[in-house]
């Protein structure tokens, strides 16, 4: 059994699942997709920070006196179709998917107990997002992973917590916790991506009792995975694999598995109605984080941001498609692979290396000029076998002057338009 400390919790195993999924899409939804300016932060630097900016677009935008409850009722989710979300998600090549359960916000998608008046049943949609968007993708074999934040920007029960110096625990006692236990008793998540734990000690949260809980005793012990956000000094220490910080990327490779979460949107993760196409991340750069990720053990989580309506607008559409279309062709060098003993060619950026027991992976992300592309990582045998992932035949290769190899590609007729990023060359027999 686990006890309630670091020491002991830090020594579970991670459940194989995650390492082997390595892709994941991440969804953040919530009240904040209404008014859908800034950022998903949106309560905060209106009410928290008064930022000029934010008063004038409310002012602008909504009748005198709006509070941010208003904003509840408008976040309908008339459109929201959880089944055409868990076909994307599955088509995008995605082996789990994240939703914000709970926002810094407090407002709760699915019918909390102690979220009164301040949930998705009781206002706005009046539904279950939370359990109507689980049952369809556990039909489509996805995981589930739900998003929660330990705070609450305003709710006064943390804010008196906050003012005691986290002396007193009301807000965690008859809040935070209630709502971390009936996710899991309700909906038995395979992942906990929890956040908002910045400002108190873990002493505060009782992080470390839950979590006793959730790997002892709770429906989901064996298969649940949880992240490192759980007390102010966690971060990159603490839980179970490492988010660090978000869109972390290490420069080498880490001792500990852990996951890099990007926003197509570059600018926010929930939705912003005013977004253009420069602040989006094209496939090529997608692919280029994804492959570079994989190469160094990490997983890779990639954010929407739904409508107000639910719905996923078609510019997301199209770059998650993308993703899963490269995936289609790659997959076999991302999904359950390792990495290498080499992550990247010659600490240049445009190759990277995975494995798969004894078959060598290499990644390149430009397409070299002369159609040659020259490894000086592996060592070749005799017995060596070079082929490209979507492209039948064997390639050719021959031994470079240093060491290595050089291999020749499939010939690429000349196209007005740049290839698309990222192909896959598969050694076999090489050290």
Same mark, same amino acid.
């Given at each position: ?22 892709? &994941?899409?991440?969804?953040?939804? &919530? ?31 909504? =009748? ?34 994240? /939703? ?44 589930? &992973?739900?998003?929660?934040? /330990? ?33 899991? /008793? ?29 790997? %002892? ?58 977004? %253009? ?10 692919? &280029? ?30 770059? /998650? ?15 359950? +692979? ?43 045998? =005799? ?31 000349? +196209? ?16």
């Amino acid at each position: 059994r686990y006890w309630p400390d670091w020491r002991s919790l830090d020594a579970r195993p991670l459940p194989a699942w995650f390492d082997g999924a390595k892709v &994941g899409v991440f969804v953040h939804w &919530g009240v904040f997709s209404v008014p859908a300016w800034g950022s998903e932060w949106f309560w905060w630097h209106w009410r928290g920070e008064r930022r000029a900016d934010y008063e004038r677009f409310v002012r602008s935008r909504f =009748p005198p006196g709006t509070a941010y409850a208003d904003f509840a009722p408008r976040f309908a989710g008339r459109d929201f179709q959880p089944r055409e979300w868990a076909r994307l998600f599955q088509r995008a090549g995605a082996r789990y998917v994240v /939703l914000t359960a709970k926002h810094h916000e407090g407002f709760t998608n699915w019918g909390s107990p102690v979220s009164w008046n301040w949930n998705s049943l009781d206002t706005g949609p009046h539904r279950d997002l939370v359990g109507e968007l689980g049952q369809a993708l556990r039909e489509k074999n996805i995981r589930y &992973g739900l998003y929660h934040s /330990l705070l609450e920007w305003f709710n006064p029960l943390y804010l008196a917590d906050k003012e005691s110096g986290f002396k007193t625990q009301n807000f965690v006692l008859k809040k935070t916790m209630p709502e971390l236990y009936d996710l899991v /008793l309700k909906y038995k998540p395979d992942l906990i991506w929890s956040d908002g734990d910045w400002e108190a000690p873990e002493s505060y949260w009782n992080s470390t009792s839950f979590l006793a809980w959730l790997y %002892n005793d709770s429906p989901v012990k064996d298969t649940v995975v949880v992240n490192d956000r759980w007390c102010n000094n966690c971060s990159c220490h603490h839980g179970g694999y490492y988010n660090c910080a978000d869109k972390y990327m290490p420069g080498t490779l880490p001792t500990h598995k852990w996951e890099m979460c990007s926003s197509i949107d570059k600018l926010s993760w929930g939705y912003r109605s005013n977004m %253009n196409v420069a602040e989006l991340m094209d496939e090529a750069h997608i692919i &280029g984080e994804l492959v570079q990720t994989v190469s160094f053990g990490g997983n890779y989580l990639l954010n929407v941001g739904p409508t107000k309506e639910g719905v996923i607008i078609p510019i997301f559409q199209e770059r /998650l498609l993308a993703l899963g279309r490269w995936l289609e062709t790659n997959g076999e060098a991302i999904y359950e +692979s390792k990495p290498w003993r080499v992550q990247m060619e010659n600490s240049t950026v445009t190759v990277w290396y995975t494995s798969k027991g004894r078959e060598v992976y290499a990644i390149f992300l430009i397409w070299p000029r002369d159609n040659i592309l020259e490894l000086s990582s592996p060592t070749p045998s =005799p017995a060596t076998q070079v082929t490209m992932l979507g492209f039948t035949g064997i390639l050719k290769w021959q031994q470079s002057p240093g060491k290595g190899l050089l291999i020749t590609l499939p010939y690429v007729p000349p +196209s007005p338009l740049p290839p698309q990023s990222g192909w896959t060359v598969k050694l076999e027999g090489v050290k």
